[in-house]
């Protein structure tokens, strides 16, 4: 009966872990399998032949020995997209609106956390010769401090351009967050080159995360595939998950959390409790913003380079992927990001062999909407979204 | 409300017949007014056109402030003559609605003498309609897409090679250094993927195998198509495209392990791209790219550039910043011609067309330029680059390694 | 002093006028009751109480306080509780966090523990139910949730608002009955109902709103003798 | 008092023969203010902005439609010729009105967010770009291989029947998109649409290979025009030449005639909208946005109710998009990005959701900001600048500013500055729909009680 004071809630924290598991294995075996099928059947058709003639091995062969590469890849895309996604669904739960916006409080995280390490790389506090253990202080300080400007910045948009919107049709505010979405693209652009004279920032090569574990070599054929993985992807995958668990507890066994799930399902109600409504929504904010703008600092660690609309595109996917696996739900946010990371590598890497080039890596975006329109076919709230018509 | 904005307007009205009656010199009209402040019978202007807002304005605002730079250090002659030269630069926002927009707009401002401009081959060819229609001088500093120059028009001209010439550039190149087989790949814009499609057709015509044609949208996740790569081991990789992509790929694909060579265009020319891949550029067999404009070690010209431009803008020319001084100084040029021919007074528009067309061995800094018929330059001179440092800074002290002087095909 | 007394206050919604100068006392340990028809301003008085709608004009004053001003989160750190038309149970989180929420305002958490067997004592059916979602509550079940959880937020004034709507008259005798058990616990209560015959047999006083305006107000012994009242709102011819 | 004052300065101004008189010098005034200043912004915003008053007055609807026809089809075709800038934003203004009385049926109308309209403008203007081109022929070769002395596929008068033939394709496309996102609502719709609008880019731009029916980045060029006889040339220069100041050649009568054949595609998307609107399908329509279980209730399809607001929305957008790829002669994949969908709902929302004289308002709100004023704006700095021009008062030379606060680079941050400005104090729009007002009325009410 006092169960529920219980200051911490074991399996709520580790609950997500198991489910994170189970998607990934899940959807990598779901999708390995197809593709393997696939290569059997075409293993004896002209694309077959066109990769015998090629590298001579064929095509099952081909597409075995490349397997492990492309799930790794496609796991840490997936993972970057889960990290964006958890702040389109924190804020969509609460509010039910599509923050727009989302991928510039992600690009401003990234821009922050790259500045501060440039500055310290020119300081001479990173790069060579410093320790590996200073290295890795001072990347989790540079995404603190993105998480924390990203954070606030989300916060001043909601007061500024949301709050006054509340009770406004439910378009509104959607415009209104292209329009700060706009607005920020700029600022950011226009602060770079009043400061550094930049649009591109590189995140400065520094501690070990370029570097690859190797894991052996794969046999195609005469040849040898490496197959190894940089320990900045593994880096990604860490924190994305960490970012997960604490949200999610953070939601599910807090105080706050209930208070934002109160106010997720009735805001008059959630005030009569003494829950401040607009305070919970800032909140809500802030915890978005802060997990867009870590998302923004692995984002420029995995692929180097940043722009003032970098958010642009992966904001796009990761909100595909929230709403791919039930926007407002959080674990539906990793689940999507998942299939969807995997789901384009697997296209970008497979299809121009399988099409003997027909169609190649540039068709990979469409796959992925294609499976969103096919989920939302038979789930019309996405994978693990509730029916939010139910809502009593 | 409704007849509060009927009455809004109806004040607007009186107060505009206001402001033109107190004449033109209030600065509510002058903003209004997209003629100049001072627009007396001795202004010449010169419209640049880019993408200055946007993803793609890194490139289109250094395309305004290579021809802003020009118009600084070159107008002296025409200043003497009596004239003032202004810029225009006009935002096409990479978008042919607003390309075209802004054409119609240049086009009725009798003071625009010539068009520096586009980037985009997709703005550039709907705009250059009007341009043409006007008789209004087009000098392109970055449009290589073949259609830009084949409609034959009196008034457009480039500066830079033609697609099907600097593909072969690229493939000639990669033939010559015994490279067997390539993987192409571009950025799905029209400059990329016509180089791309280029350097395959000629990479074939050499005997060269080619393992893979892909073209990707991607800025940041080049991991799919890296694993292609890596399981066709080609000697070689080509990209065309821009720097912004190509270095983010290039370093990817050697963090892979991958050691064959880069190639790239003239998008690449850029030490951003250094900056982005660093030493991974020097690894395997190193990386190439082909230009039109030597590097600024080899031609002082081009030193001075990079060391002008940055005291004028506080950082690097991006790729086609020099190409647009250039396409700049072709107008002042011409129009300085032009007014020679007409007396020292105003030239007509077709007077400066007909000048840029007849410009004899123009020495700018990314080359020596005349034009045959149909406005491509006659011999393009190109470069073969190889990048010697994976430091930023430098950038200038790449090495040419081939040097070829192509005529674009007849018109 | 008057534990609450609401001095001529108005309420609009946007343009639409609700109240038009509604003023009543609730004296501590009171049943008050509130009756009307179906758009008198019942409800609207509540929600203008608990602070969930600012009235244009006119005071609301607990015990000497003005607290006309203070938002609806405030409210609550008064110890005034509201359970709300519809119940309002949150559908998407268990019993236990539904009864949480209630102590959301609480700073001695250590007496919950206490509080919260005070309310599965008055509703043991919750107690059964702590880990089900509250949305899959039958309406009775969600309207003793609504209750503890008001309660469990330790209020000296209760505001329920239409309490017995849609439950089966055995439950809505059950409620009543608990209602007087809470007040007899030292709550005061102020209470709307459409029912007019159960509030009033109940309640110690009583008002009749109509029209956004208090008609008539009485003890509740007055009241149900009152003729009007009789033919309006008790169905007695 | 001073608002009283105003209060019967705008009864006065409605009264007896008063309107009449102010629209039709409002139009005047309009007329020779461009007249005898070609390339001032503010005399065109004021010719402009004379429909808006003939539009607000209270006046017969004949003196309206008159005026309005003569200022339509007379003034500014005349004006537009004796600057062509002026020509092409109105067209713009009219391309984007009739997509934005498009999008309304879909957003306003029926409340089914659509964010990924411009696919169907697309679609029309694929159609005819592979129809009246030569891109039949160039199927087999890669872009940029093909030879240059190709035939034309279709002859240029087809163009008036691909008018017709892209409403239906793009009505087909619609209830395509329709069918299978039926079940899906509210937001989950937005980012369907928003795939599939990206998909037709992405198609757009790939469709090169194996078989070349896009020709892919580059583009499809040239693009046939509909044919235009000599005889127009010379008869609207003998009508207009002297008032025009110099002989109209083709291309300037071509722009005329796009702008004439927009504005008819206009009138008739405003008939047929306002004719849906009051429609059983209208109501349905209405029923669906406000309240889909209850429209369910009352027994109203939801299938055809929802498929036929896309397609009759995806229709209209398909003949802009043959007219576009005619005018344009050139289309590429660039022109129908994400970005022209905001756009165009970003007319819409800003004049008024499911408001008809909104939409046009908001297009020509968002064109002219996008084209003339930002833009002006912008060159008017740019030549302070370059001139010896001082800032008053802090008495800071324009040359010192630095050249990376050029506006002409942060046009977009101006234009999302407007945005939320706009709907943070205005959120029904500048002319909302007469039913919108009432329901945010009833909306900022909590329906209790």
């Known amino acids: ?392 | 409300m409704f007849k509060r904005s009927f009455a809004f307007l109806s004040l607007l009205v009186i107060a505009s017949i206001a402001l033109t009656a107190c004449g033109s010199s209030t600065p509510a009209t002058q903003a209004a007014d997209s003629g100049s402040p001072a627009t007396s019978g001795n202004v010449i202007k010169i419209a640049s056109q880019s993408p200055l807002s946007g993803d793609q304005s890194v490139i289109g605002v250094d395309i305004k402030n290579g021809a802003q730079l020009a118009i600084d250090q070159l107008s002296g002659p025409l200043k003497d003559m009596g004239f003032t030269i202004q810029l225009a630069p006009y935002d096409d926002m990479a978008n042919p609605d607003n390309g075209v927009a802004n054409a119609k707009q240049i086009v009725a401002d009798p003071a625009i003498m010539c068009v520096d401009g586009h980037y985009n081959s997709g703005v550039q060819i709907p705009s250059s309609e009007v341009y043409h229609s006007a008789g209004l001088a087009n000098v392109s500093p970055a449009n290589t897409n073949p259609t830009v120059t084949t409609r034959g028009y009196a008034e457009v001209n480039r500066i830079v090679g033609r697609d099907d010439v600097q593909g072969v550039v690229g493939a000639d190149f990669a033939a010559s250094k015994g490279v067997k087989s390539v993987y192409v790949m571009h950025d799905k814009t029209a400059y990329g993927q016509g180089i791309a499609e280029f350097f395959q057709q000629e990479a074939k015509a050499k005997g060269l195998e080619v393992l893979g044609f892909e073209g990707t949208e991607e800025k940041a996740n080049f991991d799919p198509i890296i694993t292609s790569i890596i399981a066709a081991n080609p000697e070689a990789v080509y990209f065309g495209g821009m720097f912004s992509q190509a270095a983010v790929m290039f370093k990817q694909a050697r963090d892979r392990g991958y050691e064959g060579m880069f190639i790239s265009d003239d998008g690449f020319d850029s030490s951003d791209a250094a900056k982005i891949a660093g030493d991974t550029l020097m690894a395997g067999a190193g990386t190439f790219y082909s230009t039109v404009s030597g590097p600024a070690a080899a031609y002082a010209d081009t030193a001075k550039f990079v060391t002008d431009f940055k005291a004028a803008f506080n950082h690097d020319p991006q790729p086609f910043a020099a190409q647009s001084y250039d396409s700049a100084a072709i107008c002042l040029a011409a129009i300085q011609n032009a007014i020679k021919a007409n007396n020292n007074q105003m030239p007509t528009r077709e007077a400066v067309a007909k000048a840029v067309r007849e410009l004899k061995d123009f020495k700018g800094i990314t080359g020596v330029y005349n034009f045959n018929s149909i406005g491509d330059p006659v011999v393009a001179k190109y470069f073969v680059i190889q990048v010697m440092s994976g430091d930023p800074a430098q950038w200038s002290a790449n090495e040419i390694v081939q040097t070829l002087d192509i005529a674009p095909p007849a018109p | 002093m008057a534990m609450l007394e609401v001095n001529d206050i108005h309420t609009y919604y946007g343009n639409i006028q609700a109240l038009n100068g509604v003023s009543l006392k609730v004296e501590q340990g009171e049943i008050v009751t509130l009756i009307g028809a179906n758009g008198a301003g019942k409800t609207t008085t509540l929600r203008t109480i608990s602070g969930l709608l600012k009235p244009r004009q006119g005071q609301i004053v607990l015990e000497g306080n003005d607290i006309t001003e203070t938002p609806a989160h405030d409210i609550v750190y008064k110890r005034i509780a509201m359970v709300p038309e519809g119940r309002g149970v949150f559908a998407r989180l268990t019993v236990a966090e539904n009864l949480d929420l209630g102590a959301y305002s609480r700073s001695d958490r250590k007496n919950l523990a206490g509080d919260l067997e005070r309310v599965f004592s008055l509703f043991p059916r919750l107690q059964e139910r702590q880990k089900q979602y509250a949305g899959t509550l039958s309406g009775g079940e969600q309207q003793m949730l609504a209750m503890g959880r008001a309660i469990m937020s330790n209020p000296r004034l209760l505001l329920l608002d239409e309490p017995s709507m849609g439950l089966a008259p055995v439950l809505v005798d059950l409620i009543f009955d608990i209602i007087q058990q809470i007040n007899k616990e030292g709550v005061t209560i102020l209470l709307v109902e459409q029912n007019a015959l159960m509030a009033l047999s109940i309640a110690n006083r009583g008002y009749v709103l109509q029209s956004g305006e208090i008609l008539l107000s009485d003890t509740a012994e007055s009241l149900k003798n009152n003729e009007m009242v009789q033919k309006a709102y008790l169905g007695i011819e | 008092m001073s608002n009283l004052s105003f209060k019967d300065l705008k009864t006065t101004m409605q009264s007896g023969y008063l309107p009449y008189l102010l629209a039709g010098a409002h139009v005047l005034i309009g007329t020779i203010l461009v007249y005898l200043n070609q390339r001032s912004i503010i005399a065109f915003l004021v010719l402009l902005s004379s429909f808006f008053s003939l539009y607000r007055i209270k006046a017969d609807m004949r003196y309206k439609l008159f005026i309005g026809a003569v200022l339509a089809l007379i003034i500014i075709p005349v004006l537009g010729v004796r600057n062509i800038f002026y020509l092409e934003v109105i067209f713009q203004i009219s391309v984007f009105s009739a997509l934005a009385l498009g999008l309304n049926i879909v957003v306003g109308f029926a409340g089914l967010l659509d964010l990924g309209y411009v696919a169907f403008y697309a679609v029309g203007a694929y159609l005819w770009a592979f129809f009246g081109s030569k891109q039949f022929y160039t199927l087999p070769y890669t872009p940029g291989s093909q030879p240059t002395d190709l035939p034309f596929l279709l002859p240029s008068d087809m163009f008036y029947l691909f008018i017709f033939l892209a409403v239906i394709v793009a009505a087909i496309t619609g209830i395509l998109l329709g069918l299978p996102v039926l079940r899906v609502r509210g937001d989950y719709l937005a980012i369907v649409t928003l795939g599939f609008g990206e998909v037709i880019r992405v198609l757009a731009a790939n469709l090169d290979k194996p078989l070349n029916f896009t020709n892919g980045p580059q583009g499809i060029t040239p693009i046939q025009r509909p044919p235009m006889p000599q005889s127009v040339v010379d008869g609207f220069n003998a009508i207009f030449g002297k008032l025009v100041g110099h002989q109209a050649d083709v291309s300037a009568l071509y722009n005329v005639m796009f702008y004439l054949m927009a504005l008819g595609i206009i009138v008739i998307i405003i008939i047929v909208s306002r004719r849906l609107e009051d429609s059983k399908i209208g109501r349905a329509w209405a029923a669906v946005r406000e309240d889909e279980t209850a429209a369910i209730a009352m027994g109203i399809p939801l299938v055809k109710t929802k498929l036929s607001a896309f397609a009759a929305g995806a229709s209209f957008a398909g003949a802009m998009g043959v007219l576009l790829a005619a005018s344009r002669t050139f289309i590429s994949p660039e022109s129908f990005s994400f970005m022209q969908s905001i756009g165009v709902l970003a007319m819409v929302i800003l004049g008024g959701q499911g408001s008809i004289p909104g939409a046009v308002l908001g297009a020509a709100t968002i064109t002219i900001l996008n084209l003339q004023v930002l833009q002006g704006l912008s060159l008017y700095l740019s030549q302070l600048r370059q001139s010896d021009a001082v800032i008053p008062i802090i008495n800071f030379a324009w040359k010192n500013l630095s050249s990376q606060l050029d506006p002409a680079q942060y046009q977009r941050m101006i234009f999302g500055l407007i945005l939320v400005l706009m709907m943070v104090f205005r959120p029904e729009g500048i002319l909302p729909a007469q039913r919108r007002i009432k329901k945010l009325a009833s909306e900022s009410a909590p329906n209790k009680e």
């Open chain 1, 1 to 392: 009966m006092k169960k529920y004071l219980k200051p911490i809630n074991l399996m709520e924290l580790l609950r997500p872990l198991g489910q994170l598991i189970v998607f990934s294995l899940g959807s990598a075996a779901v999708l390995s399998i197809i593709v393997l099928a696939l290569a059997i059947v075409l293993n004896n058709t002209a694309a077959g032949d066109k990769i015998f003639a090629q590298l001579k091995v064929s095509l099952f062969a081909y597409t075995v020995a490349n397997l492990p590469q492309v799930l790794v890849d496609g796991l840490t895309l997936g993972f970057v997209y889960a990290a964006i996604a958890l702040g389109y669904t924190m804020v969509y739960g609460v509010l039910e609106f599509i923050n727009f916006a989302h991928s510039e409080i992600f690009a401003i995280g990234a821009f922050v956390g790259v500045e501060i390490l440039i500055a310290l790389q020119n300081a001479g506090l990173i790069g060579s010769g410093s320790s590996l253990f200073m290295d890795y202080v001072f990347l989790i300080l540079a995404m603190l401090a993105g998480m924390a400007v990203a954070g606030g910045a989300a916060i001043a948009m909601e007061r500024i351009a949301y709050r006054p919107l509340r009770n406004a049709p439910r378009l509104v505010p959607l415009i209104s967050a292209i329009g700060v979405s706009f607005f920020l693209q700029d600022a950011i652009r226009l602060t770079e080159s009043l400061t550094t004279g930049q649009f591109n920032r590189i995140f400065p090569t520094f501690g070990n995360f370029d570097k690859r574990i190797t894991f052996g070599k794969i046999p195609m054929g005469a040849a040898e595939l490496p197959f190894s993985v940089p320990i900045k992807s593994f880096i990604v995958i860490i924190a994305a998950v960490l970012m997960l668990v604490v949200l999610n507890y953070l939601v599910n066994a807090t105080k706050v959390g209930k208070a934002i799930r109160a106010v997720a399902q009735d805001r008059a109600t959630a005030s009569l409790m003494g829950i401040d409504v607009n305070h919970i929504i800032a909140i809500t904010f802030l915890i978005g913003g802060a997990l867009g703008g870590a998302a923004g600092l692995l984002y420029a660690l995995k692929f180097t380079r940043i722009d003032p609309y970098v958010g642009f595109y992966p904001g796009l996917k990761a909100f595909t992927a929230a709403v791919l696996g039930g926007i407002g739900n959080l674990t539906g946010a990793l689940l999507g990001g998942i299939i969807l990371g995997l789901l384009e590598t697997f296209a970008g890497s497979y299809l121009s062999i399988f099409t003997m080039g027909a169609a190649g890596v540039e068709y990979k975006d469409i796959f992925a909407f294609a499976i969103l329109i096919l989920v939302l076919i038979f789930r019309p709230n996405g994978l693990l979204g509730e029916n939010v018509t139910e809502k009593v």
